[in-house]
Each structure stands twice: as structure tokens, then as C-alpha cells.
Nanobody, 119 residues
Framework: QVQLVESGGGLVQAGGSLRLSCAAS????????MGWFRQAPGKEREFVAS????????YYADSVKGRFTISRDNAKSTVYLQMNSLEPEDTAVYYC????????????WGQGTQVTVSL
């Protein structure tokens, strides 16, 4: 069974940085997309970034391009989200997710980690 465990959230001032980690286990993730999503209070969950495990190709939401970087460490089966130049609007619960390349939806989700950006 796929398990995803996020860590690294916290409170940071605007302009600061955080790095989120997602430890993935339960199988090898070849041919998987690993994604980061976030949900702010009162808002729908939204896509942040994703990475294709095999090639390392990355994809970003326009709102985070140039500020966030997604990466993966094959040896550790871990996906990272480096977040720089954080803004109060980035405040949300951040979730790690996984899907096979042939799937349209993400069936596997972590429990989430809170990121709060203060002025």
C-alpha cells in the first residue's frame, strides 16, 4: 500500500523559505507522477507542482513559478518542495499525492502539513 508522509511545514515570515518533504513508501514509483497540492481555509484544493519520477520533468502552477521548486531523491524515495519568497497567500495545508502516469486522478494522498506565512 502506498504511503505518503509530509513534513517540514511551519510558520515563516513573508519573504522567507521552507522546504517540504514527502517520504513515499509501499512500492517503487517508476512511472508515477508525484504532486504537491494545497488547500487554504475556505478554498478548494489546488495544484501546486508535480514531477514525473522517471524523467524528473516538472510542472508548476503559475502562482508559484519562479518561487517553488519540486525535486525528488530516488535513493530516499522522497519528494521535496522548496518554497522561496513566501507570501501570506501561500498559507495553506500542503498535501503530497501520487498517481500512475496512466491515471487522471491522484488516488494516494498524505495527511498534509500546515504552512503559515505571516506579514
Amino acid at each position: 500500500q502506498v504511503q505518503l508522509v509530509e513534513s517540514g511545514g511551519g510558520l515563516v515570515q513573508a519573504g522567507g523559505s521552507l522546504r517540504l518533504s514527502c517520504a513515499a513508501s509501499g512500492r517503487t514509483f517508476s512511472s508515477y507522477y508525484m504532486g504537491w497540492f494545497r488547500q487554504a481555509p475556505g478554498k478548494e484544493r489546488e495544484f501546486v507542482a508535480s514531477i514525473y519520477w522517471d524523467s524528473g520533468n516538472t510542472y508548476y502552477a503559475d502562482s508559484v513559478k519562479g518561487r517553488f521548486t519540486i525535486s525528488r531523491d530516488n535513493a530516499k524515495s522522497t519528494v521535496y518542495l522548496q518554497m522561496n519568497s513566501l507570501e501570506p497567500e501561500d498559507t495553506a495545508v500542503y498535501y503530497c499525492a501520487a498517481r500512475q502516469y496512466i491515471q487522471n486522478e491522484y488516488p494516494y494522498w498524505g495527511q498534509g502539513t500546515q504552512v503559515t506565512v505571516s506579514l
